[in-house]
């Protein structure tokens, strides 16, 4: 079993909301990862967990706020988005970050965010 | 660093057809792996197919398999008897064990498969 979810599928969100990502794997892995993707172009990654504990933020603006309640979730909290924040939020997971080349990334269906 | 090149923005294919989608990598390091993914309208990014730089043979993966060539650096996705579910972005991906190991992708094929 392969599978990352995520929720909602959709969101609408006003510049002035709070909102969440939420997704979650079952798969044993620990590492797990936010990326960002805008029509036409390949994902950016945002934030990698590993082991729970943020390894990575790619300068990433403080509106966007990660959390890793346990291995098998990972959350991404939203305020005072911008519209140019709209695009198709991906999460993935990994065995482990350390595990060598071959360390699989595996992807959920992406929430896609409209900011208005 | 690490550099994908996908020269193709976009591909046609007919039914059936084998259609060669193009992947160039650059990196200094020894040891990556290169992998392709597959992204429909829907989305979701699905994992199609793995090569490691040292492994000898070619993966396959029932109708994918990777053309690798390392001394040309280059990693080219095979996908054969195309069918119209194969319709889709197409990204070439690799990681290498230096630094925080993260994917650096290519910036993706559009490939249409038409009856």
């Known amino acids: 079993d392969t599978e990352v979810t995520q929720t909602p599928k959709h969101l609408v969100m006003g510049m002035t909301n709070k909102k969440s990502l939420k997704c979650e794997q079952h798969?044993?892995?620990?590492?797990m990862y936010w990326y960002k993707q805008k029509a036409k172009k390949p994902p950016e990654l945002m934030f990698v967990?590993?082991?729970?504990?943020?390894?990575i933020n790619e300068s990433v603006p403080s509106r966007f706020s990660p959390e890793c309640p346990n291995s098998s979730l990972l959350n991404l909290h939203l305020h005072a988005l911008q519209p140019e924040d709209s695009a198709l939020y991906l999460c993935?997971?990994?065995?482990?970050?350390?595990?060598?080349?071959?360390?699989?990334?595996?992807f959920g269906p992406g929430t896609r965010l409209t900011v208005l | 660093a690490q550099k994908i090149t996908q020269t193709q923005p976009g591909m046609f294919v007919q039914e059936k057809e084998a259609v060669t989608l193009d992947c160039t990598y650059d990196?200094?390091?020894?040891?990556?792996?290169l992998f392709w993914y597959k992204q429909p309208s829907s989305g979701e990014m699905i994992f199609l197919i793995y090569q490691g730089s040292y492994d000898e043979q070619n993966a396959t993966e029932g109708r994918y398999s990777l053309n690798f060539q390392k001394a040309r650096k280059s990693a080219n996705l095979v996908i054969s008897a195309s069918q119209l579910g194969d319709s889709a972005m197409y990204f070439c991906a690799m990681r290498v064990l230096s630094g925080y190991s993260t994917l650096t992708f290519g910036k993706g094929t559009m490939l249409l498969v038409s009856p």
């Open positions: 967990y590993s082991y729970e504990k943020l390894s």
């Open positions: 798969m044993g892995h620990r590492a």
């Open positions: 990196t200094s390091d020894q040891s990556y792996g």
């Open positions: 993935a997971s990994s065995q482990d970050l350390l595990a060598g080349v071959a360390d699989t990334q595996y």
